[in-house]
């Protein structure tokens, strides 16, 4: 049996399971502890140095560790050791190593050397008494905005001062030379719950050293887990600072209301020879074979998420980001490469202390060599199997723009027919792997892929501009409106775009330049795009008006939502009724053709509250008998059932003369194609 093999017997496991606390450097005044697990080494020593920086000789000690339980190994420095920098030296069958530590708390420039370090000293002010501002809310309550830290403020037109930094994302009252609000006070005025950060953690392919530099990455290639990337801090040299300014940026956005979501890449590292992990215990942190590293994830290695240190250390990663950062909410990439007993191990641990946490992720179903028979991956497939976990629906995706694997193929907005009953099954929030609205993330674009607009405008080559911008809010309509859960790539709501200097469009800007990947913020400039801008913000502000819309279980949208039959090609409706909202039908048609619909509407007196141009919680029209659907758009209509019986009891004939003449305007003018500012 080979040692990779051996790793994932059952006798291995309950030898060398170390289940404590206590793993990587504890500080306290009087002295700091160390306890690293390296079950297979001979002898190991940790080394102090001055600096974080590996280029300098500056040690100042050598400190023997001790042979203790479970494979650790454990040894005391005396003394304030708050901001000494450390690295490991593990003596193995393999030869002799120095590294970082997994379980480093921060580490100095580019993530070679870990630092012993007092968290409570880099707690801003006021942070014990931090929450997140939507906790006890559902996951259906959340509306999901993703964004890269540097995208947000990189441009010129931003008007932010810390460009490209963590402290960027919380400056206040910014604005383009024109004035248009910008960063923090544009995301707020979106009226999103959740700001869902592309990877935060320290990650390799940027170097820290050279800030100076433009420098671009999407963050995908993890280095120190536990760590926040230094690139985003203003001193990524020294140890405590990007600890301080990312706990700085998490209260900030917590004060205006917004929970902020991880990108967590736990299924693959940077690079699995180097990684710290994988150099204490060779090979025992991936799947590997005969030496070769499994690669499902297509970036090099694949993480043995089946052993159980391994488990643990996922685990301890994600509860620590939770407890020590206050972070609501984990995107995990790639997640079907990790298996399910991981995932609700990582779920039930941190809503013991956080329940409001919400978790979702990448549920593809991906080949791996996994290292122990009968495990379960948590897959889309698999989605029974992890309750309490999301995941990306790319069923809603592909129906509503056109599948990602073909550049310029359509969805149902840009004229693709025969998407209705896929589209029933999304906006009921069931698409067919899934078992509760709770469990899909509904969307249309996200960093990965071409951005919305960019792919209407590829597969419509002669639709006009207003038709393409119309097919873009059509979507919009679709997944803000869907059971489940809404997720948005930052500046879909000003049409970004990625165009490459040589035409098209860059469908995968991984580390393309600032000028690709930031967001324009002088393009709101122009009422074209800040028209968008306010169609979004006002299918925010009704889905969060309606908790119709944000049901967690199958069994009470199917008794609530029902599918509207007898209509075009092209076009749906659904008809809303429920104990989510006494007294009050709301009613959704989506029409995709170039030609108007007419939809039957239900008895009653309807107000119009979205077309495709204006969406909010204002009445913009009535609607009684049937509405007309304009070409490319939505339409949602709310009937008060206890206002109308109150103004009939109030005054009988006036309310019922003006009710008539109402309904009768509001259909002549929808017909007539109102004109609006
Ligand atoms: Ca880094």
């Given at each position: 049996?080979?040692?990779?093999?051996?790793?994932?017997?059952?006798?291995?496991?309950?030898?060398?399971?170390?289940?404590?606390?206590?793993?990587?450097?504890?500080?306290?005044?009087?002295?700091?502890?160390?306890?690293?697990?390296?079950?297979?080494?001979?002898?190991?020593?940790?080394?102090?140095?001055?600096?974080?920086?590996?280029?300098?000789?500056?040690?100042?000690?050598?400190?023997?560790?001790?042979?203790?339980?479970?494979?650790t190994?454990?040894?005391?420095?005396?003394?304030?050791?708050?901001?000494?920098?450390?690295?490991?030296?593990?003596?193995?069958?393999?030869?002799?190593?120095?590294?970082?530590?997994?379980?480093?708390?921060?580490?100095?420039?580019?993530?070679?050397?870990?630092?012993?370090l007092?968290?409570?000293?880099?707690?801003?002010?006021?942070?014990?008494?931090?929450?997140d501002?939507?906790?006890?809310?559902?996951?259906?309550?959340?509306?999901?905005?993703?964004?890269?830290?540097?995208?947000?403020?990189?441009?010129?037109?931003?008007?932010?001062?810390?460009?490209?930094?963590?402290?960027?994302?919380i400056?206040?009252?910014t604005?383009?030379?024109?004035?248009?609000?910008?960063?923090?006070?544009?995301?707020?005025?979106?009226?999103?719950?959740?700001?869902?950060?592309l990877?935060?953690?320290?990650?390799?392919?940027?170097?820290?050293?050279?800030?100076?530099?433009?420098?671009?990455?999407?963050?995908?290639?993890?280095?120190?887990?536990?760590?926040?990337?230094?690139?985003?801090?203003?001193?990524?040299?020294?140890?405590?600072?990007?600890?301080?300014?990312?706990?700085?940026?998490?209260?900030?956005?917590?004060?205006?209301?917004?929970?902020?979501?991880?990108?967590?890449?736990?299924?693959?590292?940077?690079?699995?020879?180097?990684?710290?992990?994988?150099?204490?215990?060779?090979?025992?942190?991936?799947?590997?074979?005969?030496?070769?590293?499994?690669?499902?994830?297509?970036?090099?290695?694949?993480?043995?998420?089946?052993?159980?240190?391994?488990?643990?250390?996922?685990?301890?990663?994600?509860?620590?980001?939770?407890?020590?950062?206050?972070?609501?909410?984990?995107?995990?990439?790639?997640?079907?490469?990790?298996?399910?007993?991981?995932?609700?191990a990582?779920?039930d641990?941190?809503?013991?202390?956080?329940?409001?946490?919400?978790?979702?992720?990448?549920?593809?179903?991906?080949?791996?060599?996994?290292?122990?028979?009968?495990?379960?991956?948590?897959?889309?497939?698999?989605?029974?199997?992890?309750?309490?976990?999301?995941f990306?629906?790319?069923?809603?995706?592909d129906?509503?723009?056109?599948?990602?694997?073909?550049?310029?193929?359509?969805?149902?907005?840009?004229?693709?027919?025969?998407?209705?009953?896929?589209l029933?099954?999304?906006?009921?929030?069931?698409?067919?792997?899934?078992?509760?609205?709770?469990?899909?993330?509904?969307?249309?674009?996200?960093?990965?892929n071409?951005?919305?607009?960019?792919?209407?405008?590829?597969?419509?080559?002669?639709?006009?501009?207003?038709?393409?911008?119309?097919?873009?809010?059509?979507?919009?309509?679709?997944?803000?409106?869907?059971?489940?859960?809404?997720?948005?790539?930052?500046?879909?709501?000003?049409?970004?775009?990625?165009?490459l200097?040589?035409?098209?469009?860059?469908?995968?800007?991984?580390?393309?330049?600032?000028?690709?990947?930031?967001?324009?913020?002088?393009?709101?400039?122009?009422?074209?795009?800040?028209?968008?801008?306010?169609?979004?913000?006002?299918?925010?502000?009704?889905?969060?008006?309606?908790?119709?819309?944000?049901?967690?279980?199958?069994?009470?949208?199917?008794?609530?939502?029902?599918?509207?039959?007898?209509?075009?090609?092209?076009?749906?409706?659904?008809?809303?009724?429920?104990?989510?909202?006494?007294?009050?039908?709301?009613?959704?048609?989506?029409n995709?053709?170039?030609?108007?619909?007419?939809?039957?509407?239900?008895?009653?007196?309807?107000?119009?509250?979205?077309?495709g141009?204006?969406?909010?919680?204002?009445?913009?029209?009535?609607?009684?008998?049937?509405?007309?659907?304009?070409?490319?758009?939505?339409?949602?209509?709310?009937?008060?059932?206890?206002?109308?019986?109150?103004?009939?009891?109030?005054?009988?004939?006036?309310?019922?003369?003006?009710?008539?003449?109402?309904?009768?305007g509001?259909?002549?003018?929808?017909?007539?194609?109102?004109?609006?500012?």
């Open positions: 049996m080979t040692m990779t093999e051996l790793y994932s017997t059952e006798e291995f496991e309950r030898k060398y399971t170390y289940a404590g606390s206590d793993l990587g450097a504890r500080w306290k005044k009087e002295k700091t502890a160390f306890r690293l697990w390296a079950p297979t080494a001979k002898s190991v020593k940790v080394n102090l140095y001055k600096a974080g920086d590996p280029g300098v000789e500056d040690r100042i000690s050598q400190i023997e560790m001790k042979s203790a339980v479970a494979g190994w454990t040894a005391e420095v005396e003394g304030d050791q708050n901001g000494v920098y450390y690295t490991y030296t593990v003596e193995l069958e393999e030869g002799v190593r120095e590294t970082c530590d997994p379980y480093a708390r921060t580490t100095g420039v580019n993530g070679h050397r870990a630092m012993i007092d968290l409570r000293s880099t707690d801003p002010e006021g942070w014990a008494e931090d929450r501002p939507n906790a006890g809310k559902n996951i259906t309550d959340a509306i999901i905005y993703e964004l890269h830290v540097r995208d947000l403020s990189v441009d010129p037109s931003s008007g932010i001062q810390q460009k490209g930094k963590f402290l960027g994302v400056e206040e009252n604005a383009t030379p024109e004035g248009v609000p910008t960063g923090l006070s544009h995301i707020k005025s979106m009226g999103i719950t959740h700001l869902h950060l990877p935060s953690y320290d990650y390799g392919s940027v170097d820290e050293a050279h800030p100076e530099r433009e420098q671009f990455n999407w963050g995908y290639d993890p280095v120190n887990y536990n760590v926040p990337e230094g690139s985003y801090s203003t001193d990524p040299f020294h140890g405590e600072v990007r600890v301080k300014e990312m706990k700085q940026m998490i209260q900030g956005l917590h004060k205006h209301g917004i929970s902020v979501i991880l990108d967590v890449v736990y299924n693959h590292v940077y690079d699995g020879e180097t990684f710290c992990f994988n150099r204490i215990v060779p090979e025992y942190f991936s799947r590997t074979h005969d030496g070769h590293y499994s690669n499902g994830s297509g970036c090099g290695n694949d993480t043995a998420s089946e052993r159980s240190m391994v488990r643990k250390y996922i685990v301890d990663s994600v509860n620590y980001w939770a407890d020590e950062y206050h972070i609501d909410g984990f995107r995990f990439d790639l997640v079907g490469l990790i298996d399910c007993e991981t995932i609700n990582i779920v641990t941190v809503h013991e202390t956080h329940p409001n946490v919400i978790f979702y992720g990448e549920g593809w179903t991906m080949p791996t060599d996994l290292t122990k028979e009968g495990v379960a991956l948590c897959t889309q497939r698999n989605a029974r199997l992890t309750p309490g976990f999301s990306f629906s790319d069923t809603v995706r129906a509503l723009k056109g599948t990602v694997f073909v550049d310029d193929a359509p969805g149902f907005v840009s004229g693709l027919p025969g998407q209705e009953a896929v029933e099954q999304c906006f009921l929030g069931q698409p067919a792997w899934c078992p509760n609205p709770s469990q899909t993330v509904n969307y249309a674009s996200c960093h990965d071409m951005a919305l607009f960019d792919r209407i405008v590829l597969s419509t080559p002669k639709a006009s501009r207003a038709d393409q911008i119309r097919m873009n809010n059509l979507a919009a309509a679709f997944y803000m409106t869907a059971q489940g859960v809404p997720f948005f790539q930052a500046g879909e709501e000003m049409l970004r775009s990625k165009p200097p040589g035409g098209g469009f860059d469908e995968n800007s991984y580390k393309s330049p600032d000028s690709i990947n930031s967001i324009k913020w002088a393009d709101l400039r122009k009422e074209e795009y800040r028209q968008v801008c306010r169609y979004y913000r006002g299918l925010i502000a009704f889905r969060k008006a309606h908790p119709l819309l944000r049901q967690m279980v199958s069994d009470t949208v199917n008794a609530t939502v029902t599918p509207v039959s007898g209509l075009d090609a092209n076009v749906l409706a659904f008809r809303l009724a429920g104990d989510a909202e006494p007294g009050r039908e709301i009613f959704i048609a989506f995709a053709n170039p030609t108007a619909a007419v939809v039957q509407l239900p008895a009653g007196k309807w107000d119009v509250c979205a077309d141009e204006t969406a909010g919680n204002t009445v913009i029209g009535t609607a009684v008998g049937a509405i007309p659907v304009e070409p490319i758009s939505a339409v949602i209509l709310v009937k008060e059932e206890k206002k109308a019986e109150m103004k009939a009891d109030n005054s009988r004939k006036i309310a019922l003369g003006a009710l008539a003449a109402a309904a009768a509001g259909i002549l003018a929808a017909l007539l194609g109102r004109k609006k500012k």
